[in-house]
């Protein structure tokens, strides 16, 4: 069963093409992943499944319900959790909890075991305010009013923005939990790594969905030899590299290089003498692409 069904969804902000033709399938029970940088359409096709915007073109049914006829009936069954922090900063803990249960008809001790979990976790503070709170603690008082009222889907538009690792780690074990549970999760995120943490990703760019996939098969869709380079004075190889004939492209990954090269039976050690005569010593190695990398790819 399909839990979102969208098809040729399209938003225009003037002249900016914000979604472009976008068409998408969340299984019920999955976790899938809007996978993409700033400014690729991710928020805006969150805000028009969840009845928040209306699309130029296009349709979408969410647990069989239309979004734009039907929002009233769609919004008591979805959770959702905006990017930007959005309780009331001068409530508590407590207070934002109650209201966001009341306004669902529920109270926080009938649907505490939705909650248990993660509300654990912040329940010794409470009676501080919101606003005082740290970035992971925010975001489990925001998982938690999203939740209260049992929601059938999640909906989170990049959820660990700004959150230190540590937090991003137990934030997606809690999401695991959730799921496993039944929950059906949409998260978008401009962290390819969290790309691993889902079921189904798409990758998203200037409006468009490029690739949808499990994350294993994505990297598939990388058909070029890939190769790690590493050496000292990172930006003086990477201009080297760049001026090398055989290039096709090279970027920067972490502390090393990743590459990969014009012709279909690269030598390294022929790239090696020319950086040898720069002065540049290297180890290059073939590796598997992640997807990052294939995102990079099909950017091109």
């Known amino acids: 069963m399909k839990a979102i069904e969208a098809r ?20 019920d029970g999955g976790i899938y992943g809007l996978i993409g940088p700033d400014g690729a359409g991710k928020t805006t096709l969150i805000r028009i499944l969840t009845s928040l915007l209306y699309p130029e073109s296009g349709s979408a049914m969410v647990l069989g319900l239309d979004p734009v006829r039907e929002y009233k009936k769609l919004r008591k069954l979805i959770g959702y959790m905006p990017g930007k922090f959005s309780l009331y900063q001068d409530l508590s803990v407590e207070e934002n909890l109650q209201l966001f249960a009341s306004l669902h008809n529920t109270t926080i001790k009938e649907n505490y075991h939705l909650i248990r979990d993660i509300y654990s976790q912040i329940e010794p503070f409470r009676k501080r305010k919101a606003g005082a709170l740290s970035g992971g603690m925010k975001q489990k008082l925001a998982l938690s009013c999203a939740m209260i009222h049992k929601p059938e889907i999640l909906f989170l538009d990049e959820p660990t923005t700004g959150v230190d690792p540590v937090s991003r780690k137990e934030f997606w074990e809690m999401l695991k939990n959730l799921n496993e549970d039944g929950l059906t999760i949409l998260v978008s995120t401009p962290y390819m790594d969290e790309a691993r943490q889902c079921h189904t990703i798409g990758l998203m760019q200037h409006g468009k969905i490029m690739a949808v996939d499990s994350p294993e098969n994505v990297t598939t869709m990388f058909k070029k030899d890939l190769f790690e380079i590493k ?42 003498k020319y950086l040898e005569k720069q002065g540049i010593a290297v180890v290059i190695e073939k590796i598997s692409p992640t997807v990052e990398d294939t995102f990079m790819a099909l950017m091109r």
């Open 231 to 272: 050496g000292q004075d990172k930006y003086k190889l990477l201009k080297s590299i760049r001026e090398y004939q055989g290039t096709d492209t090279v970027y920067s990954f972490g502390s090393s290089l990743h590459y990969t090269d014009r012709s279909g039976d690269f030598q390294p050690r022929h790239l090696e």
């Open 8 to 27: 040729s969804i399209t938003k225009k902000y003037g002249d900016v093409i914000a979604v472009n033709e976008v068409s998408l399938n969340v299984e």
